[in-house]
């Protein structure tokens, strides 16, 4: 098993705006990597810089960031060639790990705008090392910078921040302190690509509960209304529907929550995030968490909170 600790530098137009009537708002222009085996040990690196083709004028914040010399980039590969080349170097079914949610996202973002055969035909399960670093921490819900894992862990830093390769070697050292447990219970999944049908939607278990990526709705209103997402279950019963508590309510139209009460295993708080994708599909990501009275009893005042704000627009 080859874990693929990577990070991408991207560029962008001058203007700074992520238009949502791009093709393509960010443009890769360095890929770094490291390749790690069983025991978390470094075997091999990677470090390839791209020439643009699409932002050819370098973004001043990201010049300056990157420390970027002048005609630096003239001399990289094309994203193609690039792309081809770092897969070959990953080998198969590779175990991708990166510091946060966006790197694996803008990679299949860019290789579909170069008609690049996907990277998996539905979610990728990968190593949020970012967030498993939070639940190290005893908080999941703070996103802390690479920089500031490395010093709280006092991390040797011997070579520099804010370039692809040092970013991928700085979050192997940190993955490297993550224990197995933490690892093995915490995966995150990539949704650039849904689960093309019901059969194919990711079940996700957790010391906390359980969570689910549905595949997509056309329809905004037929996710809301379909039984399979809106009912609440236990999971520790095998599945079984349990009695509503609260409501399913919003306080800002693209989160949900609701809670029901299983007789054996008591409080169950459900959590549903309403995306869109770049194909215009609905996707929902649901989580069940196990919480006590006290936390039942804050959602029912959210509850009577947002529903005064609804009656009084």
């Not at 198969?92 to 299949?108: A, H």
């Not at 999971?235 to 306080?251: D, E, L, M």
């Not at 995306?275 to 804050?298: C, I, M, T």
């Amino acid at each position: 098993m080859n874990y693929i600790v990577f990070d991408l530098e991207w560029n962008q137009p001058q203007d700074g705006k992520h238009s949502a009537e791009r093709e393509l708002a960010f443009e890769i222009i360095e890929i770094g990597a490291v390749k790690l085996n069983d025991d978390l040990k470094l075997v091999s690196k990677y470090q390839q810089l791209i020439r643009p083709q699409v932002y050819k004028e370098i973004n001043w914040r990201i010049r300056k960031m990157l420390a970027l010399k002048p005609g630096e980039l003239s001399g990289g590969k094309s994203f193609l060639h690039a792309a081809k080349d770092f897969f070959k170097w990953c080998g198969e079914d590779p175990v991708w790990c990166t510091w946060g949610t966006q790197d694996l996202t803008e990679l299949q973002r860019n290789m579909a705008y170069y008609g690049m055969e996907p990277l998996s035909a539905g979610p990728i399960r990968y190593m949020n090392v970012q967030k498993m670093y939070g639940v190290l921490c005893g908080n999941d819900t703070q996103s802390k910078a690479l920089e500031t894992a490395v010093d709280e862990l006092q991390l040797r830093k011997d070579v520099p921040f804010h370039r692809a390769y040092s970013d991928a070697y700085y979050t192997a050292k940190v993955l490297a302190k993550i224990p197995e447990e933490i690892r093995n219970e915490h995966a995150a999944y990539d949704v650039f690509h849904l689960p093309e049908n019901r059969k194919q939607e990711i079940h996700i278990e957790s010391p906390e509960g359980e969570g689910l990526i549905t595949w997509g709705y056309a329809d905004r209103e037929k996710l809301l209304k379909d039984p399979h997402v809106m009912t609440i279950q236990c999971g520790k019963c095998g599945g079984v529907t349990v009695k509503t508590a609260v409501r399913w309510f919003t306080p800002n139209n693209r989160i949900f929550y609701a809670a029901g009460i299983c007789k054996e295993h008591g409080c169950i708080a459900a959590k549903l995030r309403v995306r869109k994708n770049e194909q215009g599909l609905f996707y929902g990501e649901r989580k069940y968490n196990y919480v006590d009275e006290a936390a039942l009893e804050d959602l029912k005042q959210q509850r009577r909170e947002a529903s005064k704000k609804q009656k009084s627009k």
